[in-house]
Structure formats: C-alpha cells, structure tokens
C-alpha cells in the first residue's frame, strides 16, 4: 500500500528521488574512475562540499516536516543534528585507538590532556558502530520525544515553543562547552581516522560517505512524502491549521505532534551523523542557536510544506554561503540577514511555493478564458488559492498583532 | 433531579475569569434525544458554557455529567470528543487546506491514534459514510474543492457534516446560521431537525426565526444561569427576558 | 573589618604623606639626630623616649629599624639612616621619608647596638605611640594589626589604651585585640573565656581563623569555648554568605531587567517578537563608546558626565532603528509571530555586521566614570558601585516606564490598541502610530539599557546576542504582558541563579535554570502573572 502511494506520489518527487540516486552513482564515478585531467572528473573537495550539503538538505527536510508540516517552527534542529553528529564523532574517535597524539588504545586524546583515568561510562559501547549507529537515532529521538511529550502536551505553542526551543540548544550548547562533560569540550571532537575501517580521509570512502548522504536523502524523501501523503499527515496539516479543531474531533494534537517532531529529530541526527565524517569534526559550534536558525532559512528559501523545497533551499543557500565566504566574506552575514527579511517579506512561500502558484495562476487564468470562451461565468472555476493556502499561516484572523499566542 | 436518563446534566457551575463570573451558579438538564435552543444577549456564558461541556475550560465549582455517569470535568477535549460529543464553533473551523473529503475523512468515527492513521487505507465503509454526508449536507458537488474555496454557509454545513461523521451522541451547535441568507437558513433548520430524530442537539442562536423554526424547548441564558426555560412562546412572554433583551 | 582596615590604611597613606612638610619634620630629625652623639644604651633609650613622646606616627620607621638592628651612623659625616643590605653593602635610607639616600660600604658606618631591655622600650613605645596616634584611623590599623598578631606582651599597653580611649568603635577594637593577646597570654581561664566571648561577637573571618588557632592550641573549657564560638561564628557568615549571594542575585536580576524590560513592551504588550532586541541593546552601549571618545579627545572634563550625556541619545539611536523596523517589516507581518521572529534575526545579522564593519570586530573600551567605580563594604558585604548604580538605574527605568503605561495618555492608547485594536481604531485612535511608536519605546530602553550593560560588559558586535535568550526567558517567566512579572521574573531568575551557582558552577547553574525554566513553561504556558480569560486563551 505504501508502494503505491509511492508510485502515485508527486512527480516532482519521483524527480528528485531519481537526480538524488543517479548523483550517489555519477559523483563518486567521475571522482575515482576518471582521470584528473579529464573535463569530467570531480574533485575530491567537491565531492566533500556536495556531501556536506547533502546532509544539510536532510536536516532542512527534517525541519520542514516540523515546520511545514505541522506549523511548528523549532529552533533546536541544529540541536538534534548535533547530537547524532556527536553520536558519530565518538564511534570516530574509538576507532582512532592508540593512533592518537598520546597513543592510549583506549581513551581520546583529549581524556588524556584532561587527566581522565578511564572511559565515562557513556563512552561505553562506542567502538561499535551498531551500537553508534543506534544511539544516532535514539539519542536525539529519545530528547525530543521527552521535550516534545512535555511541550505539547502543556500546550505551548507558537513562539513560546520556538524560544524554549532555542533555550534548550543553548542549555546544550553551555554544556559541551564544558571540559567536564567529557565531549571533548570546547575543541570537540577531531582527527579522526577510519570509519568501519576505511580511512575517511580516502576518495573512495569520501565518495561513499557522499553516496551514502544521497542515498539517506532520497530514502528520507520517499518516507516524509509517505508521511505527508498518510491520513496521519493530512492530519497533520490540520493540527497545523485548526488545533483546536482536530482536539474537538477526538484527535491528540499533542501525539500528532510529538511523532513529526520525534521523526523529525531522528532524521536531523542522522544528517548529523552523516556530516561528522564528511567534514572530519564536531565541536560544540553546532549547537549554537544561529545555525538552528539558519536552518529554518534554507527551509523557508526553498519553500517550507513541499518536499522538493527544503532541499533545493538548503543547496542554494549554503552554496551561496561558500562564494560568498570565498569572495566577500565580510557580506555573508548582511546577505543572510538580508535573505530572512527578503523571504518573509516577499517569498512566504518559498520558491518551490511561488512556482506552484504561478503555475496555479497560470492554469486558473487559462481555465479561466476556456470557460469565457464557452461562455460561461468566468468566475466558476474557483482555483485561485486564498491567502490561508500559504502553508502554516499561523493566525486565521487579519493582519493585526495580538498578544502573542 | 435524576441523572440517569439524561445525556446532558449541569449542576451549580460556576466559572469565572479574573474575577469575572462568565458563568454563575448555571443548571441545565437534557435528556436523552432531546434538542435544547439556548439563547441569550452576548455575554450571557453560551460559549463558556459549551467551553465546559466540551472540556475546553474547568469550571471552579459545580457538577457536569454526560450521558448520567460520566463526569466531564475529569476529561479533556480528545477524550470528550471520543465519548461523544461533537462541536461546532461559533466561527466556522474546517481544515482549509484539505478537500471537503479529506474534511469529512479526518472526522470520520474510527481510532484516533498515530500508527492506524499512518497506515490507514479507505473502506468501502468508509467511503460510502462520506458520500451520505456529502448528501445530507448537500455538498456532494464540491467533494474535491479546498474548504478554503467554500462559501462562509457552505463552510457552516461543512462543519456540521464533520460532526455527523464523528457519529456524536450529542452536539454542540454554536450559532450554525450566523451570516447565512434566509434560503441557507431554511435549509440549516430542516438539516438540523434531521439530525436530531437520532441525536441529542444543543443549538445556540441569535435568530428568532430560525429557533422558531426548530420548534424546541428553549433556554434563555443571562450573566451566566438560566433565566428561563421553556418554549419559546413562553420564553419571549417572559418580562425579563424581554428587559433583558430590550434593556428596559 | 575590612572597612576600618580600609580606612586606616588610607588615613595613614594620607598622614605619612602630609607630614615630612610640616614643622614638626624638622624636630624630629633633630632628635634623630641625637643617636649618633648617644654613647651606651641609656642614651639611646632616652633618645627613643624623646622620638616616642612625639606622638608622631613617623617615628615608627627609625624605631622600627633600631628594635631590628638596622639603624645605621654614618661615619663621615655622623648622619642616622635607615640600612637595608644590599649586595655587599648597604643601602642607606631616609629614616623618615624612607626614600633612598645613598650606597655605602660596611665599614663606613656604625651600627647603633640595642639590648633587649632597649628592644622592649622600642616596642612598647611603639605600641603605646600609634595606640595614642591623635588619629582614630592610626588607632584603629594599630588595633587592627595588633589582633591578628597577639602577644601577651601587647596586654597592658592596650589596657593603658582602652583607659584613656573615648572613642566607643576605637575602644571596642582594643579591647578586641587585648582579647586576642590575653587568649595567647598564661592569664587565667576566665579571663580566657570572657576574652572568647568577646571576639566570638565580632563574628568575622579573622575572628574565626584567631579562635581556630586557639581551639588547636588549648585545652578544657577554654577549647570547648572555642568550638561553640567558633560554631556561632560560622552560622553568622552563613547567613553572610546568603547575603551576599542574595546581592549578587539582584545585581544580576538588575542587569537581567534592563535587558528585558523593552522587550517586555515589545513582546509583552504588543505580542511582537523582536529577534534584533539585542542589537538595541548593543547599539546602545556602543553610543556611549562613541560619546566617550567624542569627550576623550574634545571635552576630557565631561568624562564624568559622558553616561547621562550617552543615555538620550543612545536612547534616540535605538528608537529611531526601531522605528524603521517597526515601519519597514513588521508591520507587513502583524499576527505573524514566526514570520516576524525570522524577519527580525535578520535585522539582528545585519545590525551585528554593521556594527562589525565600522567598529571593528574586537572589544571596545568603555571606560567607568569616577562615581561608578570602586566599592564599600556593608558587614561582610562589598558593593560596587557600578553594580548599585545599575540597581538603581534599572529600577528607575522600570518605575518611568510603569508610569508611561498607567498614567499617560500614550500608555493608555497603547494598552487600548492592545486591548482590542478595532475599537481603538474606531475611537479615533491612529493605530499604526501607536504600534510605531510603542516599538520605538520599546527600542529605545534597550537603547538605555545598553549604556548601563556598557559598564560591566565587554562592547562587542555580540554584545546582544548574551542577552536576547536569557531576556526572552525573563518575559516570558514573568508572564507576557506584565510589567510586574518582568521585574519579578528578572530578580527571581537573578536570585536562583546565584544561589546554584557555588553548588553547580557558573555554566551548569546557568544550564539549570535554563532547564527549571522550560518545565517551568510547561507547568504554566503564560508564566508567572498570566492573564486570564476567554479572550486569551482563544
């Protein structure tokens, strides 16, 4: 039954499921079977760059199901993708042994500098990556399942939501911070060697790590359009639109919600994790509250509620995000400043939403002169989208402020 | 006064705002099958009232029972709305994003859980519950229109459908005929009278005419209790209900 | 404690520099003199007699360094200094001044000998000179050191002091430092004991480290004395302690208030969620760098004046950047909270790299003017001055704006419009010129609250970004829309925050308050001081 929904799902999606698949087998082709004087050949920095981007997209995608989705708009994602990135730095930093600076085959090097006499118990298990690969998902899962489960079910909604949100990442980003956590501290951690026994340092294993992100990525888009297209997520959309109203009809807005959310956390923390190798470190920067809130711009750019958005959003962004760091560094953060105001001003939809209503305008306006030219009242044929189609139109009253929800 | 054959049972409920007491010391009884048409100036407690009932808002004292044992004050509004009771808002509240029919499937009685939502799959059942709906509110030719691209009566009805489709014990029908012409009245009237041969129904109204025209007990609700209670001829020959509609 | 000390020491810094001018100068190097004509010891003692009875606290140098051995005759010309060794001569001293005079070589000078009866003489006289010092302040370093350093030997001296002391705070010390002596003395158990009980009320540190050292060193009644003051002692500091963590506390409660308290009107009273609240911040501190150079380099005297110049127009900067963000975003985005907090980060990166471009990444100097620096001491206490002068500056602040909102038309066209925006409306009240002006109020407490942040903060692009998190918790801990409840949630986060901080360091503190707040906000959505009502929860 899923199949079939997949089969009947959106072609835009099909589209992107099929660019995502055919990359994870062109990028790694042209990078290693072609030779470097080739016009086609990829460059290793490329292939990291891409990759890197990749799993941003994941964590924009992860975002728009919270956000788009279900209204939600959450300031701690960067806070998940963390910690599935931390999950992987500590399977990375096991499988450095006794290679590091100090040469203990147990503990990191920085345990060593910080005078720990053996492994904390939560670095137990790490050298596995099973047992890695589940904490991925479990640890950012289990904390959004217990924020979430106590958020919604108190009914904080809103911006309310969105600061504790950001409060939690920050409570998160104080911690690692600190030396005594045993994350490394401030410098995180780093230079790492092999993962499941390739060198990550490797074209090979880089051109896999990226496969593996394009791959995750369009899994993670068939999942969030089976999702979407569920009764479960047309409920979503209505808890989005009229809480109240799904509460009314029997509905638990706050379950609805703690499942996106809970999903939604899982997938940052496996961009997360696909991140920390491609990029060779994880430091407490991650949980800084301004990159969860670049997320949401990535999300908001491409057009938050589409699936294809959010990671045409994330490629665009960060890719304008790399020249101009390269070219005028000192404009990126007038540029990105600029891009929130220009977006909520004049793209609420995104891109992906303006191309929709330009084209639903466009048919509606064709629509339109058909019927005219039947002779028909030209009115009929009520296409045309009203404001509240805008995906996550929190208020259904006018624009006038209230006292915040 | 017995609860066991009502479905509807308030005993001195109280309420109050920051000092403000939107409902004082309120008693109402309904039985089993019955429609009740409340009326009442603004600010008379019928939305805190149905705000009770449903669960929305605690009252401070007082007893409320659903269906003679069941009491609402321990429930919120999920739970309450699994037990059987439906509402509809003063404003109309549907999913403006979603088809009529995706309206409808959401409110459609079934589990009300995540994982059977996630895998759901339309029944034959089911299906054929959503077209006598689509008949009843007469709404069988717009099935696939966005709500948002309703009417603001077809956008009442549509709402109404949705209480139908959660297959309700009792509703709670808040002002259903507000900004609608006299045609789609008419046509509000007669929809609500069928729906009350095998349901219990709680109508707020503004409009004589259209409480008329459901023919039921009546109550007139002031400053938060009863005023007075019986037909509506009798109601409207009532000395203060008419001082307190006509401010003399 | 530390106050007299404090007071005593710069009295004494005041004397010893006022007094090599005066008349009195010349007399006593003229006895001084007289050293070098002494011939055996009684000469010298009467010498020392003579210096002591000048009652002048200069002496204490020469006599000081004769009790040591260091007072030195010069052979060629028979001058008296003080020696210090140096290599392998001996650096010669002024004995007054205590300036260096000269270098000389062993064999040029003569040692002045002293015996122990004439080391005796010298200390008493020292003692007796500073106890009877014209100058309390003197009189009190004198106790003060004679309490930490007790000697049997300092008993009667000090009992010849206290009976001729009048001063009561003087007295008291004295008596304070002869307890101190006696409980090192073999006098008799119930002097001792008395002698505890008087040093176990003064209650300080040095009180207790004087009684843990008896308790150490004595035995019977005398240590079990010991133990109990040292038990009282301890729960006094205690509740020191509190004290000056409650301090601390408001103090930050303070400083958590300014930052909030615009926020409280932008946010709490018109329901707009200002991310860029920050940078108002920000841009208020750096209008007061910039006043303080414009006064360094044009108008070096109004440097004391450079706050109260900087407070209007940091307030009028950050108004007016208010402004143009209330007027050019968000009020395309009213009843758009995510929208217009996304918009306003924008704002806020844009400001912050602004601000980094013309000023410069790095820390700015704002410098402190003399009323906001330094400290005095309560008790155990030490207050800053900045630190109270920012107390008071926020609480000022909070009770202006309080009377702005209940007390004045504007106020109450703002509550109007918050009230209910279609009715103000239809009254005749120009709706958008209130939102404006309400967000530029807002703003520009910020703008304020910036020039006070200036004084204990480092004056950086980033400035705001310390702020805004912590802010927001504050409002919406207080509850959303009341004014009470931002200051009351500012002092009571301050507070907490204080009081975990020596059990759970800074950081961790800070963590769990962070955490407490977010249960917090779970257990009641509207913070402290909800509204309630139909209304809102709609």
């Not at chain 1, 990556?129 to 991925?136: D, E, G, N, P």
């Not at chain 1, 990126?332 to 191309?355: E, R």
């Not at chain 2, 009252?59 to 044992?69: S, Y």
């Not at chain 3, 109990?228 to 303070?254: E, K, P, V």
Request: contains cysteine; glycine residues 10%.
């Amino acid at each position: 039954m899923i199949t079939q929904r997949f089969f009947s799902a959106d072609r835009r999606i099909a589209v992107a499921v099929f660019i995502l698949l055919a990359a994870a087998v062109v990028v790694p082709l042209l990078n290693l079977a072609i030779a470097p004087s080739s016009a086609l050949y990829v460059p290793p920095y490329i292939v990291a760059l891409v990759g890197k981007y990749l799993c941003y997209a994941l964590l924009a995608l992860a975002l728009d199901l919270v956000w788009g989705y279900c209204g939600i708009l959450s300031l701690g994602h960067g806070a998940f993708f963390a910690l599935g990135g931390y999950a992987m730095g500590m399977y990375l930093m096991r499988q450095i042994g006794s290679r590091g600076v100090y040469g203990n085959p147990i503990l990191p090097d920085f345990m060593v500098f910080l005078n720990y006499k053996e492994l904390p118990w939560f670095w137990h298990g790490f050298d596995h990556f099973w047992f890695a690969a589940t904490m991925v998902l479990a640890v950012p899962g289990l904390l959004a399942f217990v924020f979430g489960w106590f958020a919604f079910r108190s009914r904080v909604t809103g911006v309310y939501l969105s600061i504790i949100t950001q409060a939690m990442t920050y409570a998160l980003l104080l911690a690692f911070f600190r030396n005594d956590m045993g994350f490394g501290g401030n410098n995180g951690l780093t230079d790492f060697k092999d993962i499941l026994g390739f060198n990550v340092q490797a074209d090979a294993t880089r051109s896999a790590l990226f496969a593996a992100s394009a791959v995750t990525l369009a899994l993670a888009v068939l999942l969030t359009a089976a999702i979407v297209g569920s009764k479960y997520g047309k409920l979503l959309m209505a808890v989005r639109d009229a809480e109240s109203r799904t509460r009314f009809l029997g509905w638990r807005a706050e379950n609805v919600k703690l499942f996106a959310f809970t999903v939604s956390a899982i997938m940052a923390g496996i961009a997360g994790a696909l991140y920390v190798p491609q990029v060779g470190i994880i430091n407490p920067g991650e949980f800084e509250p301004s990159s969860s809130i670049e997320v949401v711009i990535w999300t908001a750019v491409g057009g938050r509620g589409t699936i294809v958005g959010p990671i045409i959003g994330a490629l665009l962004v960060n890719a304008g995000k790399s020249w101009f760091t390269g070219v005028l560094p000192e404009f990126w953060l007038f540029a990105l400043g600029g891009l929130f105001v220009a977006v909520t001003l004049l793209l609420p939809k995104g891109i992906v939403g303006m191309w929709d209503s330009w084209r639903g305008n466009a048919r509606a306006t064709r629509a339109a002169s058909l019927a005219a030219e039947a002779g028909a009242d030209p009115e009929a044929p009520k296409i045309v989208r009203s404001a509240a189609r805008t995906p996550g139109a929190w208020s259904a009253s006018g624009a006038e402020p209230q006292p915040a929800e | 006064m017995s609860k066991s054959n009502t479905i509807l049972y308030l005993d001195g409920v109280s309420a109050s705002f920051d000092g403000f007491r939107a409902i004082n010391n309120l008693s109402l009884v309904l039985d089993k099958g019955e429609m009740r048409a409340i009326i009442g100036p603004n600010g008379a407690g019928k939305t805190t009232m149905m705000d009770i009932v449903t669960g929305k808002t605690r009252p401070d004292e007082g007893e409320v029972f659903f269906d003679g044992q069941v009491d609402l004050t321990r429930h919120d509004e999920a739970e309450i709305a699994m037990m059987g009771i439906g509402r509809k808002f003063q404003k109309p509240t549907v999913f403006e994003n979603h088809s009529v029919e995706d309206n409808l499937m959401l409110a459609l009685k079934g589990p009300r859980s995540i994982f059977p939502a996630l895998f759901h799959r339309r029944s034959a059942a089911e299906a054929r519950r959503i077209d006598d709906i689509l008949g009843i509110i007469r709404l069988g030719d717009k099935r696939d229109e966005l709500a948002a691209n309703l009417s603001h009566g077809q956008k009442q009805w549509l709402e109404i459908g949705m209480l139908l489709a959660q297959d309700p014990k009792l509703l709670l029908v808040d002002e259903p005929v507000a900004g609608m012409t006299d045609a789609e009245t008419e046509e509000t009237a007669r929809l609500l009278k069928d729906i009350a041969r095998d349901h219990s129904v709680i109508v707020v109204e503004h409009d004589m005419h259209f409480v008329r025209e459901l023919g039921v007990k009546v109550t007139c609700l002031h400053e938060g209790s009863v005023l007075s209670e019986g037909t509506l001829d009798f109601v409207s020959a009532d000395e203060r209900v008419v001082e307190v509609y006509l401010g003399r | 404690m530390i106050l007299i000390r404090a007071i005593g020491l710069t009295l004494l810094l005041v004397i010893a520099s006022l007094l090599p001018s005066s008349a009195a100068e010349a007399d006593l190097r003229a006895t001084i003199a007289k050293f070098a004509t002494a011939t055996n010891f009684s000469g010298t003692e009467a010498v020392v007699r003579e210096l002591a009875a000048s009652g002048d606290p200069a002496v204490e140098r020469p006599l000081s360094a004769l009790a040591d051995g260091n007072l030195y005759i010069r052979k060629s010309d028979s001058q008296v200094f003080v020696g210090k060794e140096a290599g392998d001569g001996i650096e010669l001293l002024d004995p007054l001044s205590g300036e260096k005079a000269a270098d000389a070589a062993k064999t040029d000078l003569t040692k002045i000998k002293v015996n122990n009866g004439l080391r005796r003489t010298i200390r008493d006289a020292l003692g007796t000179l500073t106890l009877r010092a014209k100058d309390a302040g003197v009189r009190l370093a004198a106790a003060a050191t004679m309490f930490k350093t007790p000697d049997a030997a300092n008993i009667e001296p000090l009992d010849a002091a206290i009976a001729a002391e009048t001063e009561p705070g003087v007295k008291a010390l004295f008596e304070q430092a002869r307890a101190a002596s006696v409980l090192v003395s073999d006098k008799p158990e119930a002097d001792k004991l008395a002698a505890i009980s008087l040093i176990a009320a003064r209650g300080d540190r040095d009180a207790l480290s004087l009684l843990t050292s008896v308790e150490a060193s004595s035995q019977g009644p005398v240590k079990d004395a010991a133990t109990a003051a040292i038990g009282t002692i301890n729960s006094t500091l205690a509740l020191w302690d509190a004290g000056q963590n409650i301090w601390y506390g408001i103090s930050l409660g303070s400083v958590l208030l300014l930052a909030a308290i615009g926020l409280a009107i932008t946010f709490g009273v018109m329901g707009v969620i200002n991310m860029a609240h920050g940078e108002m911040v920000m841009l208020g501190a750096y209008t007061t760098f910039v006043v303080q150079q414009v006064i360094r380099t044009s108008f070096p005297g109004l440097f004391d004046w450079s706050l109260v110049i900087a407070l209007p127009l940091a307030f009028l900067v950050a108004a007016l950047v208010g402004l143009a963000i209330e007027r050019g975003l968000i009020r395309f985005l009213y009843g758009r909270p995510l929208e217009t907090l996304l918009a306003t980060w924008g704002v806020s990166l844009i400001l912050q790299q602004a601000v980094r471009t013309i000023f410069g990444p790095t820390n700015q100097e704002v410098g402190n003017p003399s009323w906001m620096s330094g400290s005095f001491d309560i008790g155990q206490l030490a207050v800053t001055w900045n630190r109270l002068w920012i107390l008071v500056f926020a609480l000022l602040v909070f009770g202006v704006l309080l009377y702005v909102m209940k007390r004045t038309p504007w106020g109450l066209q703002m509550r109007a419009v918050t009230a209910n925006r279609r009715m103000a409306a239809s009254m005749g009240i120009r709706t958008p010129w209130v939102d404006a002006l309400t967000f530029a109020l807002g703003s520009g407490i910020a703008g304020i609250a910036g020039v006070a942040l200036s004084q204990i903060d480092n004056v950086s692009p980033n400035l705001g970004r310390g702020y805004i998190i912590d802010s927001f918790m504050v409002v919406v801990f207080g509850g959303v829309g009341n004014l009470w409840g931002t200051l009351v949630g500012a002092f009571s986060l301050g507070i907490v925050n204080k009081f975990l901080e020596p059990y759970a360091g800074a950081v961790l503190g800070k963590i769990v308050v962070l955490v407490l707040i977010i249960l917090f906000i779970q257990k009641r959505p509207r913070g402290l001081f909800a509204l309630k009502g139909r209304a809102v929860e709609a």
